[in-house]
């Protein structure tokens, strides 16, 4: 418990907050050390966002490896790039893959980026990203997918 309590105190001191609320704790709890599956549904300004966001942090150090990444499915473009701009502010290295420059593309493909944004059409007909993501390095590296804004999505 003391590893995911220092991750816990890494991720407020990163984020600039003074402590988790108990469903982002939860949240964070049930993917790192139970490995399983979580689905979130909480009012806007809870901070679900943030629970995926601090997930490489939180899995580097608990599990003392470094380059962890989650990639996020988001149906909204300027929503990603928000949050990529805030996350970079903050030193996590985010992408988003609309407007993705090619020394980006290879950036993401070596597990440069902690938190990689593309939205459902990217990741389903684009085969450089599938195959990235069945690729050694994100088998090894990545340590959640999070699909943000899904009721947004109106196809699946």
């Not at 679900?48 to 997930?55: G, V």
């Not at 493909?109 to 390095?137: H, N, Q, T």
């Amino acid at each position: 418990m003391a590893d995911i309590s220092k991750a816990l105190d890494r991720v407020c001191e990163k984020f600039g907050i003074t402590e988790l609320n108990k469903y982002q704790k939860e949240a964070i709890l049930q993917i790192v050390q139970r490995k399983t599956d979580v689905f979130i549904n909480l009012p806007t300004g809870f901070g679900k966002s943030l629970i995926y966001q601090a997930l490489p942090l939180v899995c580097d150090t608990v599990r003392g490896t470094t380059g962890h990444i989650v990639v996020v499915v988001s149906p909204l473009v300027n929503l990603m790039k928000d949050q990529v701009g805030k996350l970079v502010n903050i030193g996590i290295p985010a992408v988003t893959l609309s407007d993705i420059s090619e020394d980006n593309m290879k950036a993401v493909e070596r597990g440069a980026f902690s938190v990689v944004y593309g939205s459902p059409e990217a990741w389903l007909k684009i085969d450089r990203w599938r195959k990235m993501l069945a690729s050694d390095l994100y088998r090894k590296k990545l340590c959640a997918f999070a699909v943000d804004e899904a009721h947004v999505v109106k196809q699946w």
